[in-house]
């Protein structure tokens, strides 16, 4: 039996190394440049390189990899402990070279590339030589995948996309861009769509403007609305065949979404560490916030908060490498999902309003939290589709009952009870 709670000794050296290197290194980065995917940008450049230098010497680059692709093949559960300590900095992850859409990314083109789309992509990618963008959602559908309509059509060697994106992340740094369009419109609506990969220089791509998100100014965000206009790529550029277009979107969003949630621990910590030290540090009537019941109920629900999504991203993760398929753990994913955006939202409001005006201000990070906290609620799908599947998976697991009454209706299990014992209570009784 093993059913333990406890890191190795081990590993929890590496665990230990990543805090102090990510507080004294990384973290200080957030306030001075400006987004981590601007690699080529020459700021970035002068300190990020020597950082990753520093993870791989360490051994601890692109940790959510395999042996096969030049990763240390640690597994969810590891890397999950490992992302909670990346997700307190916008750098870490880019530091650490598991950062994501190019995790998910990286994963699709090592199951579905060509060998020499693997060379020309996948290899820098993993370097994080390059970055990449996936570009699903479009203005008119997001949630409801089966409402796309950017279509590839087929001429000669090559597949010709035309139609309009939405919300492509980092598509204005990537070097391609993975895309799904409708291959078949006659299709059933699962089999109707495939994906390619796009070189970001093919003529025809047509950033239509960068949107932002809560106060960052327009145009000057990195979620791109695009127009892609007769956009001509070489057949091979499609990954898996015709159709495949929702299976091969899978492999990347079930290992995408809890990588989110491993993260978001890491920021729901950060807003929960200053919310505590805050209340031991500002007085009113006389004595510490810490002391108000009120306040105490806030920083309790919170930490219960926290431990219970904690628990429940651990123990998906250790189903991950139990399982080693995604389909297994559909409704564990999904629950995570789910829960992730409500923990962050609520446990940064409470930080927010405990620190009064400060909190609502620019000078702390809370604000641009909450506004984060909808996001994670968003991307990878809405809380709602989720909870649908995790309505849906828990179900299957039981069925209706065939009688008028419940099973749990107390007279029959009273008959029932009398039934299974009541002479022997009798034989008791006659006995006295
Ligand atoms: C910061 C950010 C980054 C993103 N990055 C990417 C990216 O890189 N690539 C990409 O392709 N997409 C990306 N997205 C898009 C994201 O995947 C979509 O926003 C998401 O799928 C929801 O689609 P939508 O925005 O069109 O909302 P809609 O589909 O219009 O849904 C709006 C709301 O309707 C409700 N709703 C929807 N469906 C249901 C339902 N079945 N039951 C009950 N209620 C429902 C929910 O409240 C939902 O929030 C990103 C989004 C954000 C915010």
């Not at 200080?28 to 520093?54: A, C, E, F, S, T």
């Not at 409801?144 to 996309?161: H, L, N, S, T, Y």
């Amino acid at each position: 039996m093993s059913w333990g709670f406890e890191t190795e000794p081990e590993f929890q050296k590496e665990l230990d190394w990543i805090t102090e290197f990510v507080r004294d290194e990384v973290e200080p980065l957030d306030h001075i440049l400006g987004n981590p995917y601007d690699i080529q940008n020459p700021r970035n450049r002068k300190i990020v390189p020597k950082l990753q230098k520093q993870v791989r010497q360490r051994g601890l680059w692109a940790c959510h990899l395999g042996p096969e692709l030049g990763g240390p093949g640690y597994g969810q559960l590891k890397l999950a402990l490992m992302n909670e300590i990346l997700g307190r900095s916008r750098f870490a992850s880019i530091v650490f070279g598991c950062q994501a859409p190019d995790t998910g990314n990286s994963e699709i083109l090592a199951h579905y590339g060509s060998p020499e789309l693997k060379e020309r992509f996948l290899t820098p990618l993993l370097n994080n030589e390059i970055v990449s963008c996936f570009s699903m959602t479009e203005p008119h559908a997001g949630a409801d995948p089966k409402m796309f309509k950017c279509k590839a059509e087929r001429d000669g060697d090559q597949w010709v996309i035309n139609g309009q994106k939405w919300f492509s992340s980092n598509a204005r740094w990537a070097s391609f861009l993975i895309v799904m369009a409708v291959t078949d419109p006659d299709a059933a609506p699962y089999q109707s769509m495939s994906m390619f990969v796009v070189p970001a220089d093919t003529p025809g791509i047509n950033i239509i403007r960068n949107v932002g998100i809560g106060e960052e100014s327009e145009d000057e965000g990195d979620h791109a609305y695009i127009s892609y206009e007769d956009v001509r790529i070489p057949a091979d550029h499609i990954l898996g065949g015709p159709g495949q277009g929702f299976e091969v979107a899978q492999t990347r969003l079930g290992g995408g979404r809890i990588h989110h949630a491993m993260r978001t621990i890491g920021q729901v910590k950060k807003s929960f560490d200053l919310m505590c030290e805050r209340v031991l540090s500002r007085e009113t009537q006389g004595e510490i916030l810490a002391n108000k019941q009120m306040v105490q109920e806030k920083i309790a629900d919170s930490w219960i908060e926290i431990e219970q999504f904690r628990l429940l991203v651990l123990q998906t993760a250790w189903r991950i490498d139990k399982y080693k398929d995604y389909r297994k753990v559909r409704k564990d994913i999904a629950a995570v999902k789910a829960q992730m955006p409500k923990v962050f939202h609520d446990v940064a409001c409470r930080a927010l309003y405990l620190h009064g005006s400060l909190g609502v201000s620019n000078e702390m990070p809370f604000s641009k939290q909450i506004t984060e906290s909808f996001v994670m609620g968003l991307a990878d799908g809405p809380t709602e589709v989720h909870k649908v599947t995790v309505a849906r998976q828990v179900l299957r697991e039981y069925e209706g009952t065939k009688g008028l009454f419940p099973t749990g209706h107390l007279p029959a299990l009273r008959e029932q009870a009398i039934q299974k014992y009541g002479e022997m209570l009798e034989l008791a009784v006659g006995n006295l």
